[in-house]
T-cell receptor
């Protein structure tokens, strides 16, 4: 049973560029949440997708956008990258939105130079 | 706003017991999570408390007092592999995904 997978593992981008990160949820899960984790801090909730729609959003600017596909996989897009966007981006999946169990993927380490 | 406080670092000896505290002030409360995160890895679920009291699961136990906005994670019979960051997170509504995390407590277990 495959867990949550994310790609790529590491990524280096330049300020102003755009980036797309990908997440495949755990088998049987239909909900994907995205988090940003800066070094030395806890994860910060970005948004959540369920039934191909954004259901919840944290305090992140519109530069952060996402998408969920019919197979439940999801993408996180960040436009006009800033140095401060350098972080570990975590994807977590769950079965539905009203559950306490969510499983995290290994994350994508984004470095903006 | 949301505020979750945990000690930044703790050190303990192999075989000992350690208690990691977490206090929270959040707008809404629907449960409290503890996660373990090894350096460079994803958080892994340890426990979930929604009612007051102690939940025991093997070497790990978690306690919650909703009236005090307080929780702790108790780790017994510490092992070297327990060296990690321990994250406290509050579920602010019924949606598990929208949890507010503390900055974590880095636990170092020494021989």
């Amino acid at each position: 049973d495959a867990g949550v997978t994310q790609s790529p593992t590491h990524l280096i981008k330049t300020r102003g560029q755009q980036v797309t990160l990908r997440c495949s949820p755990k088998s049987g899960h239909d909900t994907v949440s995205w988090y940003q984790q800066a070094l030395g801090q806890g994860p910060q909730f970005i948004f959540q997708y369920y039934e191909e729609e954004e259901r919840q959003r944290g305090n992140f600017p519109d530069r952060f956008s996402g998408h969920q596909f019919p197979n439940y996989s999801s993408e996180l897009n960040v436009n006009a990258l800033l140095l401060g966007d350098s972080a570990l981006y975590l994807c977590a999946s769950s079965q539905g939105t009203v559950t306490y169990e969510q499983y995290f993927g290994p994350g994508t380490r984004l470095t903006v130079t | 706003g949301q505020n979750i406080d945990q000690p930044t670092e703790m050190t303990a000896t192999e075989g000992a017991i350690v208690q990691i505290n977490c206090t929270y002030q959040t707008s809404g409360f629907n449960g409290l999570f503890w996660y373990q995160q090894h350096a460079g890895e994803a958080p892994t679920f340890l426990s979930y408390n929604v009612l007051d009291g102690l939940e025991e699961k093997g070497r790990f136990s978690s306690f919650l007092s909703r009236s005090k906005g307080y929780s702790y994670l108790l780790l017994k019979e510490l092992q070297m592999k327990d060296s990690a960051s321990y994250l406290c997170a509050v579920r602010v509504n019924t949606n598990a995904g929208k949890s507010t995390f503390g900055d974590g407590t880095t636990l170092t277990v020494k021989p």
